[in-house]
């Protein structure tokens, strides 16, 4: 085969046409592998999104309600240290609907509490029941309300639910995605996202509607930002304030059935030393600056 010979001027051109077209291939090859991340990417996204899917919160109390409530509940209890407060409902799913804090800004409330008020939601919906769990000789007539604060005592060493604390870990991709500058607005990115969770101290109630002559679970309501005992009584005033609490007709284990799922206090020092005994197997312990505020919440509703 003939040899062609190229002038040291086409050689160069001839390599700069090389240069070109490697580099138009590895520009491609990027654009290729751009397009495979976005379109996996969009897939998650679609993955997650539909996770959500047709959820409970168009029936749930929106952002705005939820706002107002808990500037409401904060301003008028007054036990615990006085702090700002998060809030977040959950759907009967878990998905999370609002987000919400009554300070100036997010950092007016403790930063952790955003995520816990969460959790606390997601606890009290899924360890709450209504009637319609009985059937075919089990469930509870009456339905079962469960608040976080009535699941301190179970969940110690020896205790009926010990290790339901480390059932349903917090998603951590949902609880801390960003922008945090959407934290605790309309669009909070936890907002259409299940974010699991178990919390076992008080802040967390379910949330009970009157579907025809039912009261039905339609989802949780969780506080946090103060000491246990003021979440409890701050979550329960929201609830109310939300008209979220018709649970006149459902169980409990407060003993007091006009407040089926308050907070107990009835934990005595264990003699042997460690957790402290309570009576009920579901007391809470006392807080700083509790009161007897408890006692006084508003009575739920048929």
């Not at 060493?157 to 801390?176: C, I, K, M, R, W």
């Not at 009584?233 to 007709?249: P, S």
Request: a negative charge; hydrophobic letters at 35%; charged letters at 15%.
């Amino acid at each position: 085969m003939r040899r062609i010979a190229y002038s040291d001027r086409e050689q160069e051109i001839l390599a700069e046409e090389g240069k070109m077209i490697r580099k138009s291939h590895i520009m491609r090859a990027a654009m290729i592998a751009v397009a495979l991340i976005c379109a996996v990417t969009g897939l998650k996204a679609q993955s997650q999104d539909s996770d959500a899917g047709p959820n409970g919160c168009a029936s749930l109390p929106n952002y705005a309600a939820l706002k107002t409530a808990l500037d409401a509940a904060t301003a008028t209890e007054t036990s615990g240290l006085n702090n700002q407060m998060w809030a977040t409902i959950v759907d009967r799913d878990g998905i999370v609907c609002a987000v919400a804090f009554t300070g100036v800004d997010r950092a007016a409330q403790w930063p952790g509490s955003r995520v816990i008020s969460a959790q606390k939601a997601n606890t009290a919906n899924s360890f709450s029941l209504d009637a319609s769990s009985n059937s075919g000789g089990s469930g509870q007539p009456k339905g079962l309300a469960l608040s976080t604060a009535n699941l301190y005592s179970a969940v110690q060493p020896g205790g009926s639910l010990f290790g339901l604390q480390e059932s349903n870990p917090v998603d951590t991709e949902v609880a801390y995605r960003g922008p945090s500058p959407s934290y605790g607005t309309p669009f909070d990115p936890m907002v259409g996202q299940k974010v699991g969770g178990v919390n076992v101290f008080g802040g967390g109630l379910a949330l009970y509607a009157k579907i025809g002559e039912q009261e039905q679970v339609v989802g949780g309501v969780g506080v946090s930002g103060d000491t246990s005992c003021a979440d409890h009584n701050i979550g329960w005033r929201v609830r109310h304030n939300l008209g979220q609490d018709h649970l006149a007709k459902t169980a409990g284990v407060s003993g007091d059935p006009t407040r089926p799922d308050n907070i107990i206090f009835d934990i005595t020092p264990n003699p042997n030393g460690g957790t402290g005994i309570s009576a009920s197997g579901f007391g809470h312990p006392t807080c700083i600056n509790t009161t007897d505020n408890y006692k006084t919440l508003p009575v739920v509703v048929p």
